[in-house]
């Protein structure tokens, strides 16, 4: 039996051919890797555009900040809801796919369109690629009976130093309404470990930070295995009031793939979370034919069926179908000069809220690397209810769940409420 520490060990005898060869291009390309074309074992039939649901598949964390009066527990409300979103955001793949795949990298104007409903009550997500090259996620995640929504975009820029280092651009704003608050979440770094071995997962990086309107900051110290505790996914984070950095009013620690523990300044337990055993909401989306042609499950239908049966040959032709067709579209509108209609989101070249809070922690708004700074555009978001095909299923509720050939969401069928 092969030894895990073996190269390759985790790739199948007839894949480990081209492993090797992905693992020698890599290490000697010089440029952005997710240029590179990765072997068809470890490609994902999900868009990278559906990563933005992974911020709120806990709607009832998502929301909580909003029934906490006291500025400094509603603060830590948010880093906990933040801690809460890692795994699904970093791990989930990993978890249900046996390794981290590489995601379908989506076209522009790509939609990922959905709702959770539960005991929160509605919380919609519009998710829309708003810019191709560079590669540019924006997304909006909101939730009207509670007063609170998340926009943001991300980019990544990846490279390779002993391993695939990605740092990631862009961030995310929190606004709850009950208070006027806003909250400035920062991305953390990340890379690939278990490369060699065929078995690749996420491991976190750096630190990243979480900054208010109403003078608190998180910071999130990511350490990997950690050199104290010995396990992987591990961090520290720390909340203090702006006016005194060095009092810190809360501190957590633990595994973001795990559990991790809440402690007041004194460091007495307040409680544990379980990101490992807490269950996601399923994510209702509209089933293929009631969707718009944007939108990423059947815009990549073809593509996902041909990954999930393993053949790649179908997986090529199709996806080169996609690629042909976004050139040609983009030859046109050069022809007329004109450039793509973002549906939800408009662009600009600064922030004024961005302004405020970046400066604290350190972070600036790097526009030049996203084609600027995305903002959710509500006249854009009302003319899109309008159409005839409405973004957001509204009357529908799901009907019978059937996971997706990766299993990343809920793709399921939907009937009209009686």
């Not at 992974?54 to 998502?62: D, I, M, N, T, V």
């Not at 718009?292 to 499950?297: A, V, Y």
């Not at 809070?357 to 996203?370: C, F, N, Q, S, Y």
Request: glycine residues 6%.
């Amino acid at each position: 039996m092969a030894s895990s520490k073996e190269e390759g060990a985790g790739v199948a005898p007839q894949n480990k051919g081209s492993w090797s060869s992905f693992l020698k291009s890599i290490a000697s390309f010089s440029g952005d890797l997710s240029s590179l074309t990765a072997p068809p074992f470890i490609l994902s039939s999900t868009s990278l555009v559906e990563y933005s649901s992974y911020w709120a598949e806990h709607p009832s964390l998502f929301v909580a900040p909003a029934s906490e009066q006291d500025p400094a527990k509603r603060a830590l409300a948010v880093l906990k809801w933040f801690l809460s979103t890692l795994k699904q955001q970093y791990s989930s793949r990993n978890d249900k796919l046996g390794s981290e795949k590489k995601p379908l990298n989506p076209f522009l104007g790509e939609l990922f369109l959905g709702k959770w409903v539960d005991t929160a009550g509605t919380t919609n997500l519009v998710s829309e690629q708003v810019s191709h090259h560079p590669p540019v996620t924006a997304y909006c995640i909101t939730n009207a009976k509670h007063g609170v929504s998340l926009q943001g975009y991300n980019a990544q820029k990846a490279s390779f130093s002993r391993t695939i280092q990605v740092k990631q651009i862009g961030h995310a704003l929190l606004h709850i309404d009950a208070y006027n608050e806003d909250y400035l979440i920062t991305l953390p770094s990340l890379h690939i470990e278990g490369l060699i071995y065929g078995t690749p997962f996420v491991e976190l990086n750096g630190a990243s930070y979480i900054v208010s309107t109403s003078g608190y900051t998180s910071k999130i110290d990511y350490s990997g295995r950690g050199w104290l505790s010995g396990k992987k996914n591990s961090f520290t984070a720390t909340l203090h009031h702006n006016d005194k950095p060095k009092e810190t009013l809360f501190h957590v620690d633990g595994q973001w793939t795990d559990s991790f523990t809440l402690k007041d300044a004194k460091k007495h337990e307040i409680e544990t979370y379980s990101p490992k055993t807490s269950k996601t909401t399923p994510l209702i989306i509209a089933a293929l034919d009631e969707q718009d042609p944007l939108e990423s499950r059947r815009a990549w239908n073809a593509v996902a069926r041909a990954i999930a049966n393993g053949n790649m040959d179908v997986t090529s032709v199709e996806k080169s179908k996609i690629e042909n067709s976004q050139r040609e579209l983009r030859k046109q509108e050069s022809a007329e000069g004109r450039t793509w209609e973002r549906r939800y989101f408009s662009c600009t070249q600064k922030d004024e809220l961005f302004e405020r809070l970046g400066p604290k922690v350190g972070e600036t708004l790097e526009a030049d690397k996203t084609g600027g700074c995305w903002r959710w555009d509500p006249e854009k978001s009302k003319k899109q209810e309008q159409v005839k095909d409405k973004a957001l299923p509204t009357n529908t509720i799901s009907a019978a769940p059937a996971a997706p050939a990766d299993g990343t969401q809920t793709q399921a069928p939907l009937k009209e409420l009686k």
